[in-house]
């Protein structure tokens, strides 16, 4: 299993719709998640950490399913600016106390009119 | 509070030239990392410093040294460049490589062609 496997894409959906993105993890030791968002052309930028108990920030829910190793990003009612690349990135222990991110190859949605 | 900035955002070199990336943050973060992004590849890890005063490889440090200047200064340095290092290259910074939280935040990138 590759280290961060996301939908490869891309995702086109009418403006309103909910769009759920998937991603597995091969790092059974990883402790912390990410959902990252890459406009066109830009840096990434921390969209929202994903915690066990699930999270959730305004329309968007993030979930971690622990034993399979699962991620998932859900947005609901869909914007023209949600239109980005979704990265899921996960931490690993690269040792003596530090810790690298791994990310995936990114998600690219497109919220169409 | 600028957050992470980068110079130069745009390069074209010719292969065999070298050149020095230059990435600075003022967040005051520990640690330091430089990825380089390319298309169908997604963000691959170069080289990162931990700390002030250490540098790590990463998975893809081939071609490239770095120096860690001191807290706010990370620099990637291509020797003798070539086409294969044509990309986006991102640097980035965390609060603490030990800290709970390991979020990293980017600069905006320098885009360097090599011909």
């Known amino acids: 299993r590759k280290e961060v496997e996301q939908d490869p894409g891309p995702f086109n959906v009418p403006e309103g719709a909910t769009v759920a993105f998937n991603c597995t993890y091969s790092n059974s030791a990883s402790q912390s998640f990410f959902w990252y968002r890459q406009d066109c052309r830009k840096e990434p930028k921390l969209l929202m950490s994903v915690y066990s108990s699930g999270n959730e920030d305004g329309r968007f829910t993030a979930q971690l399913n622990r034993a399979s190793q699962y991620i998932s990003l859900l947005i609901r009612d869909s914007k023209l600016s949600d239109s980005a690349t979704y990265l899921c990135v996960v931490n690993k222990n690269s040792g003596a106390g530090s810790y690298q991110l791994t990310f995936g190859k990114g998600t690219k949605l497109s919220v169409i009119p | 509070n600028a957050g992470v900035t980068q110079t130069p955002k745009f390069q074209v070199l010719k292969t065999g030239q070298s050149m020095t990336l230059q990435c600075a943050q003022d967040?005051?973060?520990?640690?330091m990392y430089w990825y380089r992004q390319d298309p169908g590849m997604g963000l691959r890890l170069i080289y990162y410093s931990a700390s002030e005063g250490t540098t790590d490889k990463g998975e893809v440090p081939n071609g490239y040294n770095v120096s860690r200047l001191n807290k706010r200064e990370f620099s990637l340095r291509l020797e003798s460049a070539a086409p294969s290092q044509t990309s986006v290259y991102f640097c980035a910074s965390s609060e603490a490589a030990g800290a709970l939280r390991y979020e990293q935040y980017f600069g905006p990138g320098t885009r360097l062609t090599v011909t």
């Open positions: 967040m005051n973060h520990n640690s």
